[in-house]
T-cell receptor, first 115, second 114 residues
Framework: ETGVTQTPRHLVMGMTNKKSLKCEQH?????MYWYKQSAKKPLELMFV???????ENNSVPSRFSPECPNSSHLFLHLHTLQPEDSALYLC??????????????FGPGTRLLVL | AQSVAQPEDQVNVAEGNPLTVKCTYS??????LFWYVQYPNRGLQFLLK??????LVKGSYGFEAEFNKSQTSFHLKKPSALVSDSALYFC????????????FGGGTRLMVKP
């Protein structure tokens, strides 16, 4: 395992539900990321947090709301999602990206199905 | 803008034969290049990266990749494929001094047959 855990591993929700995805890293990293992996599409970066501050929002709809209370935890709050939001959501972490070279380490992902 | 192309959706190779998974990139400035592997129902695992230095980079599980600046390529290679290498492989790139925003290719499925 990479030291990045995600819960739940699988989630089924209706379009009116509110749910949250959780990511935790045990690597002492400072940066955390959310990615979306859909079938037949390249991996899409959603959000980047560095030292708990959001540094990137890649034009993600507001029905996805990230939260980073500390450098070890990252949440993705979901509400009023659409069926096309069904995907594998991957969390990653790295050392301070401003230092340039750091490798991102990924969690196992949460497989989300929106009905 | 930066982009990555993996021209093959799938690569088939017999066990014991050499394998190559292709990647070409487009980026301004010096590229940082990465290969990741994804097994079924798992996240991405880091294989290797090129930042600077030798064009031939060695990584995990016997994989290596060669950076070719003139051809803007970073092909993944292994001298002798194993059935357990069957997985989805992703190439990624980012610009130097661009934080850590990676752009991923669409992925190549590697099938190694006994």
């Amino acid at each position: 395992e990479t030291g990045v855990t995600q819960t739940p591993r699988h989630l089924v929700m209706g379009m009116t539900n509110k749910k949250s995805l959780k990511c935790e890293q045990h690597l002492g990293h400072n940066a955390m990321y959310w990615y979306k992996q859909s079938a037949k599409k390249p991996l899409e970066l959603m959000f980047v947090y560095n030292f708990k501050e959001q540094t990137e929002n890649n034009s993600v709809p507001s029905r996805f709301s990230p939260e980073c209370p500390n450098s070890s935890h990252l949440f993705l709050h979901l509400h009023t999602l659409q069926p096309e939001d069904s995907a594998l959501y991957l969390c990653a972490s790295s050392q301070d990206p401003q230092q340039g070279q750091e490798t991102q380490y990924f969690g196992p992902g949460t497989r989300l199905l929106v009905l | 803008a930066q982009s990555v192309a993996q021209p093959e959706d799938q690569v088939n190779v017999a066990e014991g034969n050499p394998l190559t998974v292709k990647c070409t990139y487009s980026v301004s400035g010096n590229p940082y290049l990465f290969w990741y592997v994804q097994y079924p129902n798992r996240g991405l695992q880091f294989l290797l990266k090129y930042i600077t230095g030798d064009n031939l980079v060695k990584g995990s599980y016997g994989f290596e990749a060669e950076f070719n600046k003139s051809q803007t390529s970073f092909h993944l290679k292994k001298p002798s494929a194993l059935v357990s290498d069957s997985a989805l492989y992703f190439c990624a790139v980012r610009r130097n001094n661009a934080g850590n925003m990676l752009t991923f290719g669409g992925g190549t499925r590697l099938m190694v047959k006994p």
